[in-house]
C-alpha cells in the first residue's frame, strides 16, 4: 500500500514540497458549501465506479466495496456524524479520503479517469435537475391555491385598471387567472432548462478526456441524463445553465412581485379590496392600529437577490477561457441561495393565499365609480352606426358631463345622455350595467363569465396533466 507522503496532506499534494498556508485553504476551501452536494456526489461516484467495474478498470467486488462504504458515507452524512474538514477542502474530497479511510485500497481507485471538474459539474447537474423538479411542484401548489380562490369569484366585478387607473369592469377569476398565466410560463422556463441541464459531464475528466475507454452511455443511464455532453473541454466549463436556471428563476421572482405588489395595493386603507388573514401579516412596534402586508412585501423585496444572483453568475462566466477555472466554484452560493429563496418565497405565497379575502362590495363599488363602462357605451354606440372616433368622442363627452354632475354613467337619464347622442335608446342601460359589460365579453380569453368558467377548468386540466 502507498502511503500519501506528500508536505501539504492532500490528495493533490505528491509535488508540493511546502505545506498550503493558512489562509489560502480558508480562502480556497467549499465545503462549508458544497457539502449540500453529497447526495449528487455519491451517487454520481457510485455510477462511475458501475461503469469503470463493466469496462474492467475496476473488479466488481472492488465496485461493491466502493458502493457499500459510500452508501455508508451517505447515512454519515445523514445521521450528522460524518466530520466535514476544510483541509480537505471540497465535498468531492472529503468524501474520497472518507472512503479510502473506510475501505481502504479500492478507495483508491475510484478517481480513476475522473477529475474533481466533470465531477462537480456533473453534481452540480445533477442537484439543480432535482431542484427545478422541486420549483416546478412548488409553483404547480401556487397554482392551485390561486385556482381554489378563483373558483368562487367567477362573479365578482371589479375595475381591471391600466395605468392603475379604472379602465373596464372585469371578474375577478379572469384577474386571477392572469397570475396562473405567469406561472405556467415560469414552468415551462424550467423544463425548457431541465432539458440542457441534463446532459452528462462525466467522461471529460479534467478537460480533454482520459485514456480509459470508458462506457459514458452506461454511466448517462445509470444516472439518468439525457445523453453524454458531446465535447469535454464545454463539459467542464459550461455554466450556461445556471445562468438559464437564475433567469428562469428572477422572471419567477419578478411574477411573484407584481402578484405580492397587487396585494399590497388591494391591502391598502385607500383600496380596501382585500384583507390578509392575521396570520400572515405582522404589526408595527409603535403604531398600535397597523396591519401590515410584509409577507407580500418581503417576497416582492426578495426579487432583487434572485436578480442579483444572476448577475454575479453572468459576471463569473464572463471572458472565461476553456475550460475549467476555478473560477467556477464560486457559481455555488448565488445557485444555493436562488433555490433557497425562491422555494421559501413559493411556500409562504401558497400558505398566505388561502389567507386571503376579497371584499366584493369594495371591488364592485370601484368599478361603478370609475366609468368603466365607457367602452362599453362606445361600442354600443358603434352597432348604431357611429363610426368608433366619433362614437368616443360622444362618450367622452358624456363622462365629463357626469363628472360634473357627480352621476355614474348608468346614473345619467335618458333625455341626459340624448342630449349629447341623440341617437341613444332606451336598450342602453342594458350595456351601462357592470354586469352587462363583462358579459358581452364573451370571447375566448375574454372576462364574461362563462368563458372565464371554461378557462379556469382548462387551467385545472393543464395542471393535472
Ligand atoms: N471545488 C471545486 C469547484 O467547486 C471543485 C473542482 C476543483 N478543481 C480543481 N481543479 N481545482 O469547482
Same mark, same amino acid.
Given at each position: 500500500m502507498t502511503k500519501n507522503k506528500s508536505a501539504t496532506g492532500k490528495l493533490w499534494g505528491g509535488r508540493f514540497a511546502q505545506a498550503t498556508d493558512k489562509l489560502v485553504e480558508a480562502f480556497t476551501e467549499s465545503v462549508s458549501f458544497d457539502a449540500r452536494l453529497y447526495r449528487e456526489d455519491i451517487m454520481g461516484s457510485i455510477a462511475h465506479s458501475k461503469m469503470l467495474a463493466r469496462i474492467g478498470v475496476l473488479s466488481d467486488a472492488e465496485s461493491e466495496l466502493i458502493e457499500q462504504g459510500l452508501l455508508q458515507i451517505q447515512q454519515q452524512i445523514e445521521s450528522g456524524e460524518f466530520e466535514w474538514s &476544510?483541509?480537505?477542502? %471540497?465535498v468531492h474530497m472529503n468524501i474520497e479520503a472518507r472512503l479510502t479511510e473506510a475501505i481502504g485500497e479500492a478507495g483508491k481507485k475510484l478517481h480513476t479517469g475522473r477529475s474533481r471538474n466533470d465531477q462537480v459539474a456533473t453534481d452540480i447537474r445533477l442537484y439543480l435537475r432535482r431542484m427545478c423538479d422541486e420549483i416546478i411542484e412548488l409553483i404547480r401548489l401556487a397554482q392551485q391555491a390561486i385556482l381554489n380562490q378563483a373558483e368562487q369569484q367567477v362573479d365578482t366585478i371589479l375595475p381591471g385598471f391600466t395605468h392603475l387607473q379604472v379602465a373596464q369592469p372585469i371578474v375577478l377569476a379572469h384577474h386571477l387567472l392572469a397570475w396562473n398565466e405567469m406561472l405556467e410560463r415560469d414552468i415551462e422556463r424550467l423544463l425548457d432548462t431541465r432539458a440542457r441541464i441534463n446532459v452528462m459531464p462525466l467522461g471529460a475528466a479534467a478537460l480533454a478526456g482520459t485514456s480509459f475507454a470508458l462506457d459514458r452511455d452506461f454511466t448517462c443511464e445509470l444516472l439518468g441524463f439525457d445523453r453524454p455532453a458531446r465535447n469535454s473541454l464545454d463539459a467542464v466549463s459550461d455554466r450556461d445553465f445556471l445562468i438559464e436556471f437564475s433567469t428562469a428563476a428572477s422572471i419567477l421572482m419578478m411574477h411573484l412581485s407584481r402578484v405580492c405588489e397587487e396585494l399590497i395595493t388591494w391591502a391598502s386603507e385607500s383600496y380596501r379590496f382585500i384583507s390578509i388573514g392575521d396570520a400572515f401579516c405582522t404589526g408595527s412596534s409603535i403604531m398600535p392600529q397597523k396591519k401590515n402586508p410584509d409577507i407580500a412585501e418581503l417576497i416582492r423585496g426578495k426579487n432583487g437577490r434572485v436578480s442579483g444572483n444572476l448577475q454575479a453568475l453572468l459576471m463569473l462566466m464572463?471572458?472565461?477561457?476553456?475550460?475549467? $477555472? *476555478?473560477? $467556477?466554484?464560486? %457559481?455555488k452560493q448565488p445557485v444555493f441561495d436562488t433555490v433557497d429563496t425562491v422555494t421559501a418565497s413559493l411556500q409562504v405565497f401558497t400558505a398566505m393565499v388561502p389567507a386571503i379575502t376579497f371584499n366584493r362590495e369594495r371591488m364592485y363599488q370601484a368599478a361603478q365609480d370609475g366609468y368603466a363602462t365607457a367602452t362599453d357605451l362606445a361600442e354600443y354606440l358603434v352597432r348604431l352606426q357611429v363610426p368608433f372616433r366619433d362614437a368616443h368622442s360622444i362618450v367622452g363627452q358624456l363622462v365629463q358631463y357626469a363628472i360634473g354632475q357627480g352621476k355614474a354613467l348608468a346614473d345619467l337619464d335618458l333625455e341626459e345622455l340624448q342630449s349629447i347622442?341623440?341617437?341613444?335608446?332606451? %336598450?342602453v342601460y342594458d350595456v351601462l350595467t357592470l354586469e352587462g359589460s363583462v358579459e358581452s *365579453?364573451?370571447?375566448?380569453?375574454? &372576462?364574461a363569465p362563462d368563458q372565464v368558467r371554461s378557462a379556469l377548468a382548462a387551467a385545472r386540466q393543464r395542471i393535472s396533466s
Open positions: &476544510t483541509e480537505l477542502e %471540497d464572463k471572458a472565461q477561457p476553456l475550460a475549467y $477555472n *476555478r473560477d $467556477n466554484q464560486e %457559481d347622442g341623440s341617437m341613444i335608446g332606451e %336598450d *365579453r364573451a370571447h375566448f380569453g375574454g &372576462t
